[in-house]
């Protein structure tokens, strides 16, 4: 599965550091899949949300493949990413994202 931000969010940014996917983008600001991977799709997307910070699901591998648990969850002050229940992915199809985005290896979204 991956992780949401929730509208709890205060903006403190402290979460977008910690991603090892850079999946977590500040509100407003546009997403690509090649922003810290090994991929090479550098078309911009629109933001998911304007005003708060935003997880893209495709790049989201709730850390699978780094560490143990989700570090956004870990870091963030007010407890507001959690579980993105629209978004559910075992945990094998989470490593085959990582490998996509950082190794190579394809897969279909
Ligand atoms: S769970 Fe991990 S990969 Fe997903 S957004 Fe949070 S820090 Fe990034
Ligand atoms: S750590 Fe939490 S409060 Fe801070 S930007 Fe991330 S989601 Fe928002």
Known sequence: MSI???DECINCGACEL???????????????????????????????????YFIVSEK??????????PQC???CPVN???????HLESKEDL??????LHDGIPIKF
Request: net charge positive; charged share 35%.
């Open 4 to 6: 949401k931000i929730t």
């Open 18 to 52: 910690e991603c090892p996917n850079h999946a977590i983008y500040e509100g407003g600001k546009k997403w690509r899949i090649s922003d810290g991977t090994s991929k090479k799709i550098t078309k911009c997307k629109n933001p998911i949300k304007k005003d708060i």
């Open 60 to 69: 989201c591998t709730e850390c699978v493949g780094f560490y143990e648990e």
């Open 80 to 86: 507001c990413c959690i579980v993105d229940d629209n």
């Open 73 to 75: 969850v870990i870091i």
């Open 95 to 100: 490593l085959k994202k990582k490998k996509f």
